[in-house]
């Protein structure tokens, strides 16, 4: 990459911090050449894939990355076979990089799935860069300039060339440009606090040569238009104009803004009363705060769940005080509807809470992204924090004295929740997930409530409301056999009468019978991206190795119910190794407990659909011996 030529006027602007004002470790430096330093002196990251795999961990910084995203990043969709072994190995080498620094495993630490960098003890100058940002704009909005330009200038002073410089991938070009757009952003939002200081005459010579590199940001080219008028340069100011209206015509065939022609009407009447400077936020008293409505579409199939929805108003809607904020829980199995459920009771509910709905699906977001994503529905302004405990600070900070519903679908662990937990006050909470969370359980007192699959009745209103005709009603006890062949969950039974509505001719006794003789019911049950298979693909992918090869091997018991000792013998385990894995598939919703049998012992039950989703796996994956090997 090659040094843009606004650089030296950016490094001008400040110096940065020396290194006595630093903490003492790693410094780690992305905003210009890939760089760490100890001490002022660089370490030797390694070649170009040591270099990306670090690139793509500080871009996580305190987040996990996990290997497939790694791998994702580094090969850009073509990864050799060996790829997690030479992720594996770019990880021991920078580890041993930072040992030669007197710094332990404690900075890359292995965590499923993969790794994360923990930055406590070291510095990071892109997130030094997006702190003096967000102080700088605070400082904007409670009318202080003078202050809020010298935090810019400190946080421009960090940049010492193009970000991720030296870094070749894919990813890396599309993060640089990312941070390169938030210096330009800085950069305005510096000029602007200048302009309201009386400094348009020293500006000129910096936004001449700021208008020549970005010719088409047009917020820089106001700028300098309002610098060259208060400083007497009347027909310079006029030349910038038509200079810039001929080069966005002959660039991008559009005329200037209405910002600009706007200002050069008034230049050219002479009537320019020191208008307000574009880019300076009003102060934060005088802004309508904004009430965000973010649930998804309501489920227009949604049956059923009556009881859970008076237990979520008996917990969720009470009046009286609460410390802290009171929270329900929804867990069951892939595809059982928790999520419908979440929806359903926040769409009836949402009257109740006029602050605003929040929703977040936790399986796509970094709880960075999703703190971001609930900043900015609240009404933060400006560059936000980039460390999850300040940026959660805020977000707590937004939500006091506000009564706001949040919706936090397919949590995963409580560590990946407890930031997005509002603690104390007026605001609720539902989670979906199929992990236990009992650290959640056990320190917000949350109401759990596992959902099972539909009853007969139920399951018939849903073949029925998709079907919009009197098959399912004409014949019964072909419907109640459907309904059990689609477990009872809604996906698949969505699936099936979806199936009929496009076969007008067929009776629901046609599919009952293609279905039982089907050797892959699944497959046809299976409608889009998120169908039943889809969704147990997904929990099958976030166990581990060994829990996911008993998943498969475990098939083979195809009776109503079976105990440990007979799983033992289908694995190939001793029985305490077998009661382990059970309880492992038991948690995430895979496997049911039934009861104790006459011997007392536990005994533990398929779902049917569930059992044929392991078994069709079973021939196409290694078995557990391959997996403890």
């Given at each position: 990459?090659?040094?843009?030529?606004?650089?030296p006027?950016?490094q001008?602007?400040?110096?940065?911090?020396?290194?006595e004002?630093?903490?003492?470790?790693?410094?780690?430096?992305?905003?210009?050449?890939?760089?760490?330093?100890?001490?002022?002196?660089?370490?030797?990251?390694?070649?170009?894939?040591?270099?990306?795999?670090?690139?793509a961990?500080?871009?996580?910084?305190?987040?996990?990355?996990?290997?497939d995203?790694?791998?994702?990043?580094?090969?850009?969709?073509?990864?050799?076979?060996?790829?997690?072994?030479?992720?594996?190995?770019?990880?021991?080498?920078?580890?041993?990089?930072f040992?030669?620094a007197?710094?332990?495993?404690?900075?890359i630490t292995?965590?499923?799935?993969?790794?994360m960098?923990?930055?406590?003890?070291?510095?990071l100058?892109?997130?030094?860069?997006?702190?003096?940002?967000?102080?700088a704009?605070e400082w904007?909005?409670?009318?202080?300039?003078?202050?809020?330009?010298?935090?810019?200038?400190?946080a421009?002073?960090?940049?010492?060339?193009?970000?991720l410089?030296?870094v070749?991938?894919?990813?890396?070009?599309?993060?640089a440009?990312?941070?390169?757009?938030?210096r330009?952003?800085?950069?305005?939002?510096?000029?602007?606090?200048?302009?309201q200081?009386?400094?348009?005459?020293?500006?000129?010579?910096?936004?001449?040569?700021?208008?020549?590199?970005c010719?088409?940001r047009?917020?820089?080219r106001?700028?300098?238009m309002?610098?060259?008028?208060?400083?007497?340069r009347r027909?310079?100011?006029?030349?910038?104009?038509?200079?810039?209206?001929?080069h966005?015509i002959?660039?991008i065939?559009?005329?200037?803004?209405?910002?600009?022609?706007?200002?050069?009407?008034?230049?050219?009447?002479?009537?320019?009363?020191?208008?307000?400077?574009?880019?300076?936020?009003?102060?934060?008293?005088?802004?309508?705060?904004?009430?965000p409505?973010?649930?998804?579409?309501?489920?227009?199939?949604?049956?059923?769940?009556?009881?859970?929805?008076?237990?979520?108003?008996d917990?969720?809607l009470?009046?009286?005080?609460?410390?802290p904020?009171?929270?329900?829980?929804?867990?069951?199995?892939?595809g059982?509807?928790?999520?419908?459920?979440?929806?359903?009771?926040a769409?009836?509910?949402?009257?109740?809470?006029?602050?605003?709905?929040l929703?977040a699906?936790?399986?796509?977001?970094?709880t960075?992204d999703?703190?971001?994503?609930?900043?900015r529905?609240?009404?933060a302004?400006g560059?936000?924090?980039?460390?999850?405990?300040e940026?959660?600070?805020?977000y707590?900070?937004?939500l006091?004295?506000?009564?706001?519903?949040?919706?936090?679908?397919?949590?995963?662990?409580?560590?990946?929740?407890?930031h997005?937990?509002?603690?104390?006050?007026?605001?609720?909470?539902?989670?979906?997930?199929?992990?236990?969370l009992?650290?959640?359980?056990?320190?917000?007192?949350?109401?759990?409530l596992r959902i099972?699959p539909?009853?007969?009745?139920?399951?018939r209103?849903?073949l029925?409301?998709?079907?919009?005709?009197?098959?399912?009603e004409?014949?019964p006890?072909?419907?109640?056999?459907?309904?059990?062949?689609?477990?009872?969950?809604?996906?698949?039974?969505?699936?099936?009468?979806?199936?009929?509505?496009?076969?007008?001719?067929?009776?629901?006794?046609?599919?009952?019978?293609?279905l039982e003789?089907s050797?892959?019911?699944?497959?046809?049950?299976?409608?889009?991206?998120d169908?039943?298979?889809?969704?147990?693909?997904?929990?099958?992918?976030e166990?581990d190795?060994?829990?996911?090869?008993?998943?498969?091997?475990?098939?083979?018991?195809?009776?109503?119910d079976f105990e440990?000792?007979?799983?033992?013998?289908?694995?190939?385990?001793?029985?305490?190794?077998?009661?382990?894995?059970?309880?492992?598939?038991?948690?995430?919703?895979?496997?049911?407990?039934?009861?104790?049998g006459l011997s007392?012992?536990?005994?533990y039950?398929?779902q049917?659909?569930?059992?044929?989703?392991?078994?069709?796996?079973?021939?196409?994956?290694?078995?557990?011996?391959?997996?403890?090997g």
């Open positions: 990459m090659s040094v843009h030529p606004i650089f006027i950016i001008g602007a400040g110096k940065p911090k020396k290194k004002d630093i903490e003492s470790g790693l410094e780690f430096r992305i905003l210009g050449p890939l760089e760490v330093q100890m001490n002022g002196q660089g370490l030797t990251v390694g070649g170009p894939r040591q270099r990306a795999v670090l690139s961990l500080l871009l996580s910084v305190n987040q996990v990355v996990s290997c995203s790694l791998i994702e990043k580094v090969w850009n969709g073509r990864p050799p076979r060996t790829a997690r072994t030479q992720v594996a190995i770019c990880i021991a080498t920078l580890r041993k990089v040992r030669s007197g710094w332990g495993e404690e900075t292995t965590a499923t799935p993969g790794y960098l923990n930055l406590a003890g070291h510095s100058d892109s997130l030094r860069f997006e702190q003096m940002v967000a102080r704009t904007t909005a409670e009318d202080r300039p003078a202050e809020a330009a010298a935090a810019l200038r400190e421009l002073a960090l940049w010492r060339g193009p970000a410089g030296g070749y991938a894919p990813f890396a070009e599309t993060e440009a990312r941070l390169d757009e938030q330009m952003l800085a950069v305005e939002q510096q000029m602007a606090l200048r302009l200081l009386g400094e348009h005459q020293a500006l000129l010579g910096e936004l001449q040569a700021l208008v020549g590199a010719p088409l047009e917020r820089l106001y700028y300098l309002l610098a060259q008028y208060r400083s007497g027909a310079e100011a006029l030349t910038t104009f038509r200079d810039g209206m001929r966005s002959e660039e065939g559009l005329e200037l803004g209405a910002e600009l022609q706007s200002l050069h009407d008034s230049i050219l009447r002479d009537e320019f009363p020191q208008p307000a400077v574009p880019g300076i936020a009003a102060p934060l008293r005088d802004r309508p705060q904004p009430v409505c973010q649930l998804p579409e309501n489920d227009a199939y949604f049956i059923g769940r009556s009881r859970e929805q008076w237990l979520m108003d917990a969720l009470s009046d009286s005080p609460q410390l904020s009171p929270i329900a829980y929804i867990t069951g199995s892939p059982i509807g928790k999520t419908s459920l979440a929806v359903n009771w769409h009836r509910s949402a009257h109740r809470f006029p602050d605003g709905q929703f699906d936790l399986r796509q977001d970094r960075l999703v703190l971001h994503q609930f900043l529905w609240l009404g302004e560059p936000l924090p980039t460390d999850v405990p940026a959660a600070e805020r707590r900070a937004m006091k004295g506000k009564r706001v519903l949040l919706v936090l679908d397919h949590a995963s662990s409580y560590a990946g929740l407890r997005l937990l509002p603690g104390r006050g007026e605001c609720r909470v539902i989670i979906t997930g199929q992990a236990d009992d650290e959640l359980l056990q320190k917000y007192s949350a109401l759990r099972g539909l009853s007969d009745e139920e399951s209103e849903v029925t409301s998709v079907l919009r005709d009197s098959r399912a004409e014949s006890r072909a419907t109640r056999r459907l309904a059990a062949l689609c477990g009872h969950t809604p996906p698949a039974l969505r699936a099936a009468a979806t199936k009929l509505l496009t076969k007008q001719h067929w009776r629901v006794s046609d599919l009952v019978r293609r003789r050797a892959d019911r699944l497959a046809e049950l299976s409608i889009g991206e169908s039943l298979r889809a969704r147990l693909d997904r929990s099958v992918r166990l190795p060994l829990s996911a090869a008993a998943y498969r091997e475990l098939s083979r018991l195809d009776g109503a440990a000792a007979e799983a033992a013998k289908v694995l190939g385990t001793d029985l305490l190794d077998a009661e382990d894995l059970i309880e492992t598939l038991v948690d995430a919703q895979l496997l049911e407990v039934v009861s104790r007392g012992e536990m005994r039950r398929w049917e659909l569930v059992r044929l989703h392991a078994f069709h796996s079973l021939c196409a994956a290694p078995g557990l011996a391959n997996c403890v």
